[in-house]
């Protein structure tokens, strides 16, 4: 099924790219299933006050460990849930940190069938404007190159930690063709119809959606952690990051963890809250370990 309809695509994106942009545009934001709270994250999830907002009339589920002010926001990946983030939470807490986060449109405990760096932006900037701002942002993935686009439209945090980042549509994009087997005429039609659908009024967004975009709008420090063996998000992502913020970001890579292992990995949520705690020296390395290697 799904190679007849990558063929379908691919043999009438030139006579009918309108069409053909709308069902691509339809696939590419719709996550790939639903999964389920694992049993490692249960007790966790069950503690979290949880809440409800609205976006584009979806129900979005939010939580919160904690009642302080200013939390650290944590936003999760694609086809993911913030579930996964379990770990963090628990040494944050532990910090006296509170936490707040979401299950995207079309993810976890949250309605809808997809989601859009649009929606992922206004569910930031309506916890932001209820928290009263947050102190730092924790991301993975997607989760990365959404907070970068929200954080330069006047979100602000102190520190920002980007896990297994995705920096830029056209990475996105060139993994979807890959995924789905359609070639450029199919992105091209699907382009336009984002152009005409999402941005009818900015006629070159592009460039707005790619984290290394305009640095000097987000003053913030960072912390860049990502693995060599990443089967999703090809490290070259973070080293962009870390190169387009310069001395305010650090980069470190670790090997064997892959892009959602090393959201479980002890070293890596201790060495996340360690820099969310008190943000470390920019020429500190990593801690010695097996899996962890300080590149910047």
Known sequence: MASLLSTTLNITARLAPGPVGRVAFALFVRPLGRPEVKPGEAEVMARAVTGRLVVDGIPVTTYRWGDGGRPVLIVHGWTSRASRFAGFVEALRAEGRTVVSFDAPGHGESGGRATTILRQREIIRQLHAHHGGFSDVLAHSFGVVSTFFALRDGIRADR??????????????????????????????????????????????????????????????????????????????????????????????????????????????????DFLSKTLPRTATAPPAASLGATR
């Open 160 to 273: 920002i930690v980007g896990i297994g980042a995705i920096a830029d549509f056209d990475f996105l994009a060139k993994r979807f063709r890959g995924l789905l087997g359609v070639n450029q005429a199919v992105e091209d039609a699907m382009r336009r119809h984002v152009q005409r659908r999402l941005f009818p009024a900015e006629p070159d967004i592009w460039p707005r959606l790619d984290a290394c975009h305009r640095p000097e709008a987000i003053p913030s420090e960072i912390l860049l952690v990502h693995d060599a063996d990443d089967d999703t998000s090809a490290p070259a992502q973070s080293r962009a990051i870390a190169e387009a913020y310069g001395e305010r970001a650090r980069l470190i890579e670790t090997s064997g963890l892959g892009h959602r292992r090393i959201l479980v990995d002890p070293e890596v949520i201790a060495i996340t809250v």
